[in-house]
Each structure stands twice: as structure tokens, then as C-alpha cells.
């Protein structure tokens, strides 16, 4: 599920992909679809949320009904509020995240120009395991 934070209706949705093959917002997911948790189950749920526009500080809630009773509850705990920002055009410095042989990983630096050459915000979505900085 996707928030998308550029939208005035801030429900989470589908994820889905566009022609291009870029990831989008589609329905509102609890439009649709429910979960049922038994007594003691839990579950993870993934959250995603993107922004083209802004830095966006964020939270989210569930509406649960127990025992017949509707309420929310916060998700996350201690990690919330969530940050995500918008990509910039440029930024100052790139890193790639690369395998080692003893099957752990490590940021190396990488080449910008190879990254984005034109545009980091617009090649983001082409963008696979990079972490740009000092946009």
C-alpha cells in the first residue's frame, strides 16, 4: 500500500505501475480490501508514501473494529512520525549499495553523472539500491 502525500485525500491505496512502468497510486485500499486479525495475531504491514513537492512529516492510523466497537490505532510506535521528501534535481554526492563476498553489503561511493545525468529527481524512478545526499 502507497500513500500518496501530494493528494488531498491522504488514504493509503494501491500500489500500482503506469505504461512506463513507474510505480502510482490506484484505489483507495481499504476500499476493497480488509484484514482480519485472530486474538494474538499480528502482522507487518508495509507502508510506503511519496511526495514530488515537499518534505513531508507523516503518521498513520488504522480504523480497527473490536468486539463491535470501531477505533483507531497509530502505527509504527516509537518510529513515527515518518519523514519523506521529494527528490531534488542535483545533489552534491552519490553511493551505491554493493554486495561483498561474504554476502553482507557496503556504500561506496559512486559517479553522479552516472546515476542522474540529467535530471536526479526525474531519474530517480531508474534508480535501484543508491543513496544520493546534499540535495
Known amino acids: 500500500m502507497i ?35 485472530g486474538p494474538g495475531e499480528q502482522i507487518v504491514i508495509m507502508l510506503q508514501a511519496k511526495t514530488s513537492t515537499c518534505l513531508c512529516r ?14 483507531t490505532v497509530p ?4 518510529r513515527s512520525p515518518y519523514a519523506v521528501t521529494a527528490a531534488a534535481e542535483r545533489y552534491q554526492n552519490g553511493y551505491r549499495y554493493e554486495a561483498l563476498a561474504d554476502a553482507g ?6 559517479d553522479l553523472a552516472q546515476l542522474c545525468p540529467t535530471n ?3 531519474d530517480l524512478d531508474n534508480l535501484a539500491a543508491v543513496v544520493l545526499s546534499g540535495g
Open 58 to 71: 507523516w503518521a498513520a492510523e488504522a480504523a480497527v473494529v473490536l468486539d463491535g466497537h470501531a477505533s
Open 75 to 78: 502505527l509504527g510506535g516509537q
Open 120 to 122: 536526479c529527481g526525474a
Open 3 to 37: 500513500f500518496d502525500l501530494d493528494e488531498p485525500d491522504h488514504r493509503a491505496r494501491t500500489l500500482t505501475f503506469d505504461q512506463s512502468g513507474r510505480e502510482v497510486a490506484g484505489e483507495v485500499y481499504f476500499g476493497r480490501h480488509f484484514l482480519p486479525i
Open 105 to 110: 553489503w557496503e556504500v561506496a561511493p559512486a
